[in-house]
């Protein structure tokens, strides 16, 4: 589908996905910016993310040069560091942040007495924008991380992601319960809606939250089969080089589903299932990511 570019600018585009919706597509290699988005109600406008400081002060004057408003809210979608290291900027304006009540601890400096309001969310709430109905809804255990924050927009039907529904070879599990994680899109899928707004890569489709879905179960099945001839002592004291090792041996062999995960991933392969690899042993050893 063909969506206006409304503003272009410092390697940054603003598309328009829907009169109250718009994708912020950052340049990641150039400039260390994720993609954010922008949420538009009358004269409200609020953004997602503070990918980088720049970006923040970026996005203060886009909010006046291309929606004619000051930046009145902003959400938060997790804490990566290429999702909160510009918040610095936004913490001296007089802004309402949303983030996941998890997220709080993190990015609310101690003692501070500045002019931002934060708010954290649990579960699912439903906010009014003026006059656009947003449900914000935080994960029960974790799924890329456990502080992440899905922005769906109700009428227009899509869903602002961060890092939940990325493309498929920039899936990061440092901090993700993948189990959790590929339920979680499953159950997006199932509730129906029409595009994803994701923190790396382009807007997709609502397809991609079971394309998302089955490929973390493959790297799932993957990384319980490297860990099934390890006892538990051996799987708790894996290290990086480790798992990498084990990683790397399983994408090497025969099997169909480390061919799949080879051509889908590419570069990135043994990274993602070294890191579900961990991420299972997390699980297992109920250890803190
Ligand atoms: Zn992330």
Not at 61 to 66: P, R, S
């Amino acid at each position: 589908m063909e969506r206006e570019i409304v503003y272009q600018k410092n390697r940054v585009e603003i598309v328009r996905v829907t009169p109250n919706l718009y994708f912020r597509r950052g340049d990641m290699p150039a400039r260390r910016q994720s993609n954010g988005a922008f949420l538009i109600s009358g004269e409200v406008v609020a953004a997602v993310d503070a990918t980088t400081m720049e970006a923040a002060e970026e996005m203060m004057a886009e909010a006046l040069e291309v929606f004619g408003h000051p930046l009145r809210y902003v959400f938060l979608t997790h804490g990566d560091g290429d999702y909160v290291a510009g918040l610095p900027v936004f913490l001296e304006q007089p802004l309402t942040i949303f983030c996941s009540h998890r997220l709080l601890g993190q990015v609310v400096p101690e003692g501070y007495d500045g002019p931002a309001t934060f708010l954290g969310i649990e579960g699912v709430q439903t906010l009014w924008l003026g006059g656009l109905e947003v449900e914000l809804s935080t994960v029960p255990i974790a799924a890329h991380s456990p502080r992440d924050l899905l922005i769906r927009v109700i009428r227009d039907e899509c869903v602002v992601a961060g890092d939940t529904g990325v493309s498929l070879d920039h899936l990061y599990f440092h901090a993700a319960d993948p189990v959790e994680w590929a339920r979680l899109l499953r159950d997006m899928d199932a509730r129906g809606g029409r595009a994803i707004l994701p923190g790396h890569g382009d807007i997709y489709p609502w397809s991609h939250w079971k394309e998302v879905a089955d490929f973390i179960d493959l790297l799932v099945r993957a990384g319980n089969e490297c860990l099934k001839g390890l006892t538990e002592g051996e799987a708790a004291a894996l290290d990086d080089d480790k798992s990498t090792q084990l990683a790397s041996g399983y994408l090497a062999g025969p099997g169909a589903d480390a061919k799949t995960i080879r051509d889908t991933a590419g570069a990135s392969a043994e990274r993602e299932l070294r890191m579900v690899i961990q991420a299972l042993v997390r699980k297992r050893t109920g250890a803190k990511a």
